[in-house]
């Protein structure tokens, strides 16, 4: 069973940067591969970011790419977004998820692969 808490969401104005940390309960976070999502009002849950259970593999949706980075630190049972050059189309409640994976190089982008939710930290971009 893993819990996670997400943090670090806010008001910013477009090109601003935000890093969003989501923190997980439980002695096996490593073998727990990550993901984040993103839902705006009136649309569906949609991939943002995901990374394997390593750390050594990252994929991105290529509406961040380029933008956000997503970082996993085992010791601190943690897993960041950083997102740089916001856009008002970034506003959206954003999630992580954890997937228990055998594999350390594996990456889930389908929401329905992750076992376990946070429940969000609003992120609003202005223009």
């Known amino acids: 069973q893993v819990q996670l808490v997400e943090s670090g969401g806010g008001l910013v104005q477009a090109g601003a940067s935000l890093r969003l940390s989501c923190a997980a309960s439980?002695?096996?976070?490593?073998?727990?591969?990550m993901g984040w999502f993103h839902q705006a009002p009136g649309k569906e849950r949609e991939f943002v970011a995901a990374?394997?259970?390593?750390?050594?593999?990252?994929y991105y949706a290529d509406t961040v790419k380029g933008r956000f980075t997503i970082s996993k630190d085992n010791a601190k049972n943690t897993v960041y977004l950083q997102m740089n050059s916001l856009k008002p189309e970034d506003t959206a409640i954003y999630y992580c998820?954890?997937?228990?994976?055998?594999?350390?190089?594996?990456?889930?982008?389908?929401?329905?692969?992750?076992?376990?939710w946070g429940q969000g930290t609003q992120v609003t971009v202005s223009s």
């Open positions: 998820a954890a997937k228990a994976s055998v594999s350390t190089a594996a990456i889930y982008v389908y929401s329905h692969s992750y076992n376990y």
């Open positions: 439980g002695r096996t976070f490593s073998s727990y591969a």
């Open positions: 990374i394997s259970r390593s750390g050594g593999t990252t």
